[in-house]
């Protein structure tokens, strides 16, 4: 809408309005905005495997590059004393621990593939400071060549950031958001992405908002109301369950799906070298079902052409057997949605992501504002008549309980069992 449109609509409703943009704002100018008002904001950047976020750690602060991770609850620090570190060099994301006077070690645990060991230290993120934040230092062969920074539910404030911001009144609720400023595809790098603590920007979405329960405290693991490509219902043959983790880029589909959307999209239904074959012209796409809320992926930019045969397959899309419950899902998918995760009420609400350079930011201090609820869909409420037709699932779902959830790599489980093991819980 053009601004003298808009401000003459305005001006009929008896509201002056003069419409802002997040550029207008230097980034610390935008960020002490937003704490003004409950809500702690930062970005992370998508380089070729994770969301990329940096730390201030210890005292004088040093800056750790880490993975930004919904798929785990508490902070694992690559130590500078890694194999990954002394003979990778990969020694950006790893910190120094006798280079800190804020550093207290309170015991040794192994995690993650490697010795490593506890402490307190002071951590800052998003300008907001925590002294005597319970980490986990590795001390040889981590796992990760990188930290992990988990924002997952943890219901200590000494051992979870978000519990953090919450317990002090920087935010309302433990809940948080994302949104990318443009989609992510499996080759992109550089695209940015929004955390909004306490508060989401509904600027950022199209369509309806809908919330989700999880299915355990502690875990992004929600259920999936079904699929389609190119206007046309996949049929599942079983209720699945969807993880939403930023810590991977990989997007795991049913075999059936892969193959319908190769069928739809000329390809045949051909499966060579762990790859769906589709049509080089072709413009592939799917859609996720959660009720009234319908996300669609524009797939075009993950066909490639194949080396083996000269023909052209689906990229970063990995097919996994029709009998598995869970479907990890990384920021390919997560980049074309508004997500916000509530970690104090163990849900998830999303809907499909808007790009705009257009802001709305609102506080978030009891229900998510707008959102539907997923419970409403399956007990057959319709929807609002302000809200947009919903698509009908593609498979006739019943909610799922938590003792129907069989866990699996990914599932980002690990926390709750290690804070327990730690005394952080």
Same mark, same amino acid.
């Given at each position: 809408?053009?601004?003298?449109?808009?401000?003459?609509?305005?001006?009929?409703?008896?509201?002056?309005?003069? %419409?802002?943009? &997040?550029?207008?704002?230097?980034?610390?100018?935008?960020?002490?905005?937003?704490?003004?008002?409950?809500?702690?904001?930062?970005?992370?950047?998508?380089?070729?495997?994770?969301? &990329?976020?940096?730390?201030?750690?210890?005292?004088? %602060?040093?800056?750790?590059?880490?993975?930004?991770?919904?798929?785990?609850?508490?902070?694992?620090?690559?130590?500078?004393?890694?194999?990954?570190?002394?003979?990778?060099?990969?020694?950006?994301?790893?910190?120094?621990?006798?280079?800190?006077?804020?550093?207290?070690? +309170?015991?040794?645990?192994?995690? =993650?593939?490697?010795?490593?060991?506890?402490?307190?230290?002071?951590?800052?993120?998003?300008?907001?400071?925590?002294? @005597?934040?319970?980490? =986990?230092?590795?001390?040889?062969?981590?796992?990760?060549?990188?930290? !992990?920074?988990?924002?997952?539910?943890?219901?200590?404030?000494?051992?979870?950031?978000?519990?953090?911001?919450?317990?002090?009144?920087?935010?309302?609720?433990?809940?948080?958001? *994302?949104?990318?400023?443009?989609?992510?595809?499996?080759? @992109?790098?550089? !695209?940015?992405?929004?955390?909004?603590?306490?508060?989401? @920007?509904?600027?950022?979405?199209?369509?309806?908002?809908?919330?989700?329960?999880?299915?355990?405290?502690?875990?992004?693991?929600?259920?999936?109301?079904?699929?389609?490509?190119?206007?046309?219902?996949?049929?599942?043959?079983?209720?699945?369950?969807?993880?939403?983790?930023?810590?991977?880029?990989?997007?795991?589909?049913?075999?059936? +799906?892969?193959?319908?959307?190769?069928?739809?999209?000329?390809?045949?239904?051909?499966?060579?070298?762990?790859?769906?074959?589709?049509?080089?012209?072709?413009?592939?796409?799917? +859609?996720?079902? =959660?009720?009234?809320?319908?996300?669609?992926?524009?797939?075009?930019?993950?066909?490639?052409?194949?080396?083996?045969?000269?023909?052209?397959?689906?990229?970063?899309?990995?097919?996994?057997?029709?009998?598995?419950?869970?479907?990890?899902?990384?920021?390919?998918?997560?980049?074309?949605?508004?997500?916000?995760?509530?970690?104090?009420?163990?849900? !998830?609400?999303?809907?499909?992501?808007?790009?705009?350079?257009?802001?709305?930011?609102?506080? !978030?201090?009891?229900?998510?504002?707008?959102? *539907?609820?997923?419970?409403?869909?399956?007990?057959?409420?319709?929807? %609002?008549?302000?809200?947009?037709?919903?698509?009908?699932?593609? *498979?006739?779902?019943?909610?799922?309980?938590?003792?129907?959830?069989?866990?699996?790599?990914? &599932?980002?489980?690990?926390?709750? &069992?290690?804070?327990?093991?730690?005394?952080?819980?």
């Amino acid at each position: 809408m053009k601004l003298s449109l808009l401000l003459a609509s305005l001006a009929t409703a008896g509201i002056v309005h003069l %419409p802002l943009t &997040e550029r207008e704002y230097t980034p610390e100018q935008h960020s002490a905005r937003l704490a003004s008002r409950g809500i702690v904001h930062a970005t992370q950047t998508k380089n070729s495997r994770f969301y &990329e976020a940096e730390l201030e750690v210890g005292t004088p %602060p040093q800056k750790i590059k880490g993975c930004f991770d919904t798929g785990s609850g508490l902070l694992w620090l690559q130590g500078v004393n890694t194999t990954n570190c002394l003979q990778h060099k990969h020694c950006d994301t790893a910190f120094n621990a006798s280079a800190s006077s804020s550093w207290r070690f +309170t015991g040794e645990h192994s995690g =993650w593939g490697s010795k490593g060991n506890n402490g307190n230290e002071t951590i800052s993120y998003g300008g907001f400071e925590v002294k @005597d934040f319970q980490t =986990w230092v590795a001390t040889d062969n981590f796992e990760w060549d990188m930290t !992990i920074f988990g924002q997952a539910a943890v219901d200590n404030p000494k051992s979870n950031f978000v519990k953090a911001l919450a317990d002090a009144g920087k935010i309302s609720r433990p809940v948080y958001s *994302l949104n990318a400023e443009h989609p992510v595809n499996w080759k @992109d790098r550089g !695209i940015v992405n929004n955390v909004y603590y306490g508060g989401f @920007d509904r600027a950022k979405y199209q369509g309806e908002l809908t919330t989700l329960n999880v299915t355990r405290h502690g875990t992004y693991t929600m259920p999936l109301g079904g699929f389609s490509t190119g206007g046309e219902a996949i049929k599942l043959t079983r209720e699945h369950l969807v993880v939403l983790d930023t810590g991977t880029e990989v997007v795991f589909l049913p075999n059936s +799906t892969l193959r319908a959307i190769s069928e739809k999209f000329g390809g045949n239904g051909e499966f060579e070298n762990h790859l769906y074959k589709v049509a080089c012209d072709s413009n592939p796409e799917l +859609t996720y079902h =959660w009720g009234y809320t319908n996300i669609s992926m524009d797939l075009s930019k993950f066909v490639d052409r194949s080396s083996h045969d000269g023909k052209c397959v689906l990229q970063g899309l990995y097919a996994q057997k029709d009998s598995d419950q869970i479907l990890l899902t990384g920021h390919d998918f997560i980049s074309r949605a508004l997500v916000i995760y509530d970690n104090e009420w163990d849900s !998830i609400t999303i809907g499909q992501a808007k790009y705009t350079d257009e802001s709305d930011v609102v506080e !978030i201090t009891g229900n998510i504002p707008g959102a *539907l609820l997923y419970s409403d869909w399956l007990a057959g409420k319709p929807a %609002p008549k302000s809200a947009s037709q919903s698509v009908q699932s593609t *498979l006739a779902v019943k909610p799922v309980q938590t003792s129907d959830v069989q866990t699996s790599e990914g &599932e980002g489980t690990s926390d709750s &069992e290690w804070c327990q093991e730690l005394g952080t819980c």
